[in-house]
T-cell receptor, first 113, second 113 residues
């Protein structure tokens, strides 16, 4: 079945540091890939997505590139802010009609001023 | 605002009791998903409905059940509650196609005492 593996947290960074959160996946075919973010006390929000190989999703300074050869979708940001402190979830969804989202375990990011 | 509405936001109940969580999906979304988020187990997929029919089942206990009604809202019923059922329960909705994201509600925080 489908699965997603994320780097364990928590990740603690100083403001303006570079962020990478690793995500690899196992799936049949060519799934769509997503990063969701959960701010404290809130539900999950879509951060970015990529639906085919070599696609780059980007939003709010975050980027992730769909790498089929390494089955990866690592999240990066060049300069984090305190307001980026949240839990980040990598997820995939198969292309078959009605496929559910499969999530990684989440990575907590704390950014210090 | 994701367009997905969950009620109630908070629920405190005693062990052995039964509760019902309600979800109204985004307008036009036929697919509804339920997830459980606990501290020790991350985000766990429970069940998916599409246009009133069960589509996929995850790690859902036999004490839990769900349904989707003709107006597309969904209810998650949790019975014989145990302390370990305390968690955040999220509902998400999406269109059926696999390359689109799911939109999450704010969640219902269930505390079993």
């Amino acid at each position: 079945g489908n699965s997603v593996t994320q780097m364990e947290g928590p990740v603690t960074l100083s403001e303006e540091a570079f962020l990478t959160i690793n995500c690899t996946y196992t799936a049949t075919g060519y799934p769509s890939l997503f990063w969701y973010v959960q701010y404290p006390g809130e539900g999950l929000q879509l951060l970015l997505k990529a639906t085919k190989a070599d696609d780059k999703g980007s939003n709010k300074g975050f980027e992730a590139t769909y790498r089929k050869e390494t089955t990866s979708f690592h999240l990066e940001k060049g300069s984090v802010q305190v307001s980026d402190s949240a839990v980040y979830f990598c997820a995939l969804r198969g292309k078959s009609s009605g496929d559910k989202l499969t999530f990684g375990t989440g990575t907590r990011l704390a950014v210090r001023p | 605002d994701s367009g997905v509405t969950q009620t109630p936001k908070h629920l405190i109940t005693a062990t052995g009791q039964r509760v019902t969580l309600r979800c109204s999906p985004r307008s036009g979304d036929l697919s509804v998903y339920w997830y459980q988020q606990s501290l020790d187990q991350g985000l766990q997929f429970l069940i998916q409905y599409y246009n009133g029919e069960e589509r996929a089942k995850g790690n859902i206990l036999e004490r839990f059940s769900a349904q989707q009604f003709p107006d597309l809202h969904s209810e998650l019923n949790l019975s014989s509650l145990e302390l370990g059922d305390s968690a955040l329960y999220f509902c998400a909705s999406s269109v059926l196609q696999g390359d689109t994201e799911a939109f999450f509600g704010q969640g219902t925080r269930l505390t079993v005492v």
